[in-house]
């Protein structure tokens, strides 16, 4: 596609649910980011994945965050049990392969799933 | 540890003038600083990307200027317009990590 798209934008849920957010990133960008931005906050990185690798996981804030990347497509974000603490906007990032030590590389935003848990 | 600093935390200004937005950072090893514009609702955009042997950089009426030894940056825009309320927020980058650490910026509204 044209940018990097994300589903649902909207997404209203009970406390104790289990939610699944999905990112397709720009096509032939190996590299995808999960960033949470909680109203007023500045982005805060979640999980990235590269390729093959073994994703980057140090910014999941609890085991009921988890991220699956089939290859160099499609990525979904679930957190289980939500709590009223996980209400924010969840942005999903893709950048190409040369990372973001090199000026060459840019990341690409999608618009974001909006998550409310009541 | 905060590792960037944005001032104002908040700007309001009539179309049409000029302004500049404020960057201190601490990352180190440093390699890059990026500017992002980031539209109410929507994902930050790349303004600007400059390495540490930068100065300055200019994208259309946004210029953006950097002292890597001072570990400060400035992104001015000229000429603004309604289009340019949104929240500008300044990316340092170093080290190994593909990982990207984005303060709350500075948020901006232009007037008519």
């Known amino acids: 596609g044209a940018g990097v798209s994300q589903s649902p934008s909207n997404k209203v849920t009970e406390k104790g649910k289990d939610v699944e957010l999905r990112c397709d990133p720009i096509?032939?960008?190996?590299?995808l980011y999960w960033y949470r931005q909680r109203l007023g906050q500045g982005l805060e990185f979640l999980i990235y994945?590269?390729?093959?690798?073994?994703?980057?996981k140090s910014g999941l804030p609890s085991d009921r965050f988890s991220a699956e990347r089939t290859g160099e497509s499609v990525s979904t974000l679930t957190i289980q049990r939500t709590q009223q603490e996980d209400s924010a906007v969840y942005l999903c990032?893709?950048?190409?392969?040369?990372?973001?030590?090199?000026?060459?590389?840019?990341?690409?935003f999608g618009s974001g799933t909006q998550l409310s848990v009541l | 540890k905060n590792q960037v600093e944005q001032s104002p935390q908040s700007l309001i200004i009539l179309e049409g003038k000029n302004c500049t937005l404020q960057?201190?950072?601490?990352?180190?090893?440093?390699?890059?600083l990026r500017w992002y514009k980031q539209d109410t609702g929507r994902g930050p955009v790349s303004l600007t990307i400059m390495t540490f042997s930068e100065n300055t950089k200019s994208n259309g009426r946004y210029t953006a200027t950097l002292d890597a030894d001072t570990k400060q940056s400035s992104l001015h825009i000229t000429a603004s317009q309604l289009s340019d309320s949104a929240s500008y927020i300044c990316v340092p980058h170093g080290g190994a990590t593909n990982k990207l650490i984005f303060g709350t910026g500075t948020l901006l509204a232009v007037q008519p």
């Open positions: 960057c201190n950072y601490t990352v180190s090893p440093f390699s890059n």
């Open positions: 990032a893709s950048s190409g392969r040369a990372g973001m030590g090199t000026t060459n590389e840019k990341l690409f």
């Open positions: 994945f590269q390729g093959n690798s073994a994703p980057d």
């Open positions: 096509s032939g960008h190996t590299a």
